[in-house]
């Protein structure tokens, strides 16, 4: 008896960019994966969020090290602008690659504590090492903790629905670079209030 797919296509196997029905379960964030589209590279940190333990601290550690690599330099401006671009262009990035992870908020996508965390070094430069090293601190324990507005912040979007809601991977996005920018901002907060003690 002859079978009726055995002469079928089979499955293709980058379903990466096939829209995240209910069905399918979660993609796997793989190196192959993150060299699959831009966004991806972008969203997972060029690979600092493919690392098996603690992917937003290995972010943060990836933001870190360019910020001492570049900031003699970049200018004050250029600084700004990168920064600007990184939060807008992570926007679209964290999106595009929560949708094709099919996850709202994956652990693996890390650019928003890349985008925050320099905004952070940025404004309360120029400091030592030791100062930097305080904010990295500070800056994690809120973005892991989340307390009171970050964890409101997180929250957010939570609750989208892919299956319902034409733009939940944009919102999706926006929640997923908000609660960073809000630890960022209470970071900020506690610096000042240690440098005005």
Known sequence: MLDPEANASPPAQDTVFQDPGVVRGPVHPTGHFMMAHPA?????????????????????????????????????????????????????ACSLTAKHLRVLDPSSVVWDEIAAFWLVLWLISPTSYLGQAVAFVLFRFFDAVKPGPVGWADRLFHHVDPATDRNAWRKAGAGIMLDDVVAAFCTLLVVAMWRAW
Do not use: M
Request: aromatic residues 16%; glycine residues 18%.
């Open 40 to 92: 991806h590279v972008l969203g997972l940190g060029f690979g600092s969020g493919l690392s098996p333990f603690a992917p937003g601290t290995a972010g943060t550690l990836w933001a870190w090290a360019i910020f001492v690599l570049l900031q003699d330099s970049l200018t004050e401006s250029q600084w700004g602008w990168l920064i600007g671009a990184s939060l807008i262009g992570g926007w679209w």
